[in-house]
């Protein structure tokens, strides 16, 4: 009950997905506090794009340490002053099904890419990488850093960077997915 309970928490009212969508999770350790504001950034970017049926966005942790929690009470302020909601969020661990469900993991540290790296089955067609590789105007940034431990501002500067690198990455999305069937009939 709780892995379907994890699946419908994250699906928007009155948005189906296309069924060749492109599927994205964000990776954190904890799934509390970088990746979620990552897939709410993400989720909002893709809606602003009108990809938001084309792209199924998810997130989850290496740990199991806060599953079935919402994301960190800062987490969820920070977010809300930019418009975007992660109140319905809950934490979950990555499953070893996500491997053959998703498109594109992007972990938000290198600890964390190279867990979900040690986990890959083999001739599993999954892309990997760390989100900030998507990153513009903080190009020079490799890593989310994790807010946990510190301060309110720490959850604005991930924000800060999560927006830049969703930027680049609904970019990327955008040129790599086909024509939707909508646009070339008009």
Same mark, same amino acid.
């Given at each position: 009950m709780r892995r379907l309970l994890g699946l419908l928490r994250k699906t928007p009212a009155g948005d189906a997905a296309a069924p060749d969508?492109?599927?994205?999770?964000?990776v954190c350790m904890g799934n509390i506090c970088r990746s979620p504001m990552?897939?709410? &950034?993400?989720?909002?970017?893709l809606q602003q794009a009108g990809l938001h049926t084309r792209v199924v966005v998810d997130s989850a942790g290496t740990h199991g340490y806060h599953t079935g929690e919402a994301p960190d009470p800062r987490a969820i302020r920070a977010a809300a002053q930019?418009? &975007?909601?992660l109140s319905m969020l809950r934490a979950r661990p990555v499953q070893p099904e996500d491997f053959g469900r998703f498109d594109w993991f992007l972990a938000m540290d290198q600890a964390n890419l190279t867990?979900?790296?040690?986990?890959?089955p083999e001739g599993a067609q999954t892309r990997m990488g760390l989100l900030m590789a998507y990153a513009r105007r903080h190009a020079a940034v490799r890593e &989310?850093?994790?807010?946990?431990?510190?301060?309110?501002?720490?959850?604005e500067h991930v924000l800060d960077l999560v927006e830049d690198a969703c930027d680049g990455l609904v970019a990327r999305l955008s040129a790599e997915?086909?024509?939707?069937?909508s646009a070339s009939q008009g």
């Open positions: 969508a492109a599927r994205v999770l964000m990552a897939e709410g &950034v993400l989720r909002a970017k930019r418009g &975007v909601d867990w979900l790296q040690s986990r890959l &989310v850093p994790d807010p946990y431990y510190g301060a309110a501002a720490g959850f997915l086909p024509a939707s069937p």
